[in-house]
């Protein structure tokens, strides 16, 4: 479990890492969006905070990471830890793909944020019906 939390918790802190950097990839390889047409400024912006929300999220778990006794619930607590944990490269393969697809095409974006909220939601699930060690 501390290997676990320690995951999420680097990981949280490299995604923020990764946000500064998307920042500075906006500033310096596109001027900071200016110019650009106002759908592909808006892809680009809610990727980029879209990761800041996840790495965040990593971090939390990261340090609230809890052992459940209930086999159920410890699968369960795995299953989210998965989707928490290939999140934010999804995101950023997103940042990179998503403004340059046809029709605000967001496969990656949507992927990610689903996966997000299905695993906040089964966390929040968990705490409520919990009992952990």
Request: hydrophobic letters at 50%.
């Amino acid at each position: 479990m501390l290997f676990l939390r320690r995951l999420h918790f680097w990981l949280g802190v490299s995604g923020i890492v990764a946000f500064l950097l998307t920042g500075q990839y906006m500033d310096k390889v596109y001027d900071h969006l200016e110019g650009l047409p106002n759908d592909v400024r808006m892809l680009f912006r809610s990727s980029h905070i879209y990761l800041l929300l996840v790495s965040v999220a990593n971090l939390v778990l990261g340090l609230h990471l809890q052992r459940f006794s209930d086999s159920v619930k410890r699968v369960l607590q795995y299953i989210v830890s998965a989707i928490l944990l290939v999140t934010p490269f999804v995101l950023l393969a997103g940042f990179f793909a998503e403004p340059h697809m046809d029709d605000l095409m967001r496969p990656y974006s949507r992927t990610a944020l689903y996966g997000l909220f299905g695993a906040g939601i089964t966390m929040i699930i968990m705490e409520i019906f919990g009992d952990s060690d």
